[in-house]
């Protein structure tokens, strides 16, 4: 079994900045991929982004080149800097694991 407990989430003014983490506990070596996903009130989940045990990264086109994942293998947690945050990123946000593990999410709310 593989934990994920998020963390990082707040209250941010448009334009800020948030850093999220993802602390993974458990058998975390049978994981591959990880991934945040974010579901706005009355809207499905969605992929945000992700990366590989190997460093290969994916990014929804939306937050392309204002949002960057990142794992630290030693710590066994997975990041996902946020800058240049809009109204439209309000939403909670899931870290998973291979979308077989799910974190219980963590709030971000943007104002505009």
């Known amino acids: 079994q593989v934990q994920l407990v998020e963390s990082g989430g707040g209250l941010v003014q448009a334009g800020g900045s948030l850093r999220l983490s993802c602390a993974a506990s458990?058998?975390?070596?049978?994981?591959?991929?990880m991934g945040w996903y974010r579901q706005a009130p009355g809207k499905q989940r969605d992929l945000v982004a992700s990366?590989?045990?190997?460093?290969?990264?994916n990014y929804v086109d939306s937050v392309k080149n204002r949002f960057t994942i990142s794992r630290n293998n030693a710590k066994n947690t997975v990041y996902l800097q946020m800058n240049s945050l809009k109204p439209e990123d309000t939403a909670v946000y899931y870290c998973?694991?291979?979308?077989?593990?799910w974190g219980k999410g963590t709030l971000v709310t943007v104002s505009s």
């Open positions: 998973t694991g291979d979308m077989h593990y």
């Open positions: 458990g058998n975390i070596f049978s994981i591959n991929v």
């Open positions: 990366i590989t045990s190997g460093g290969r990264t």
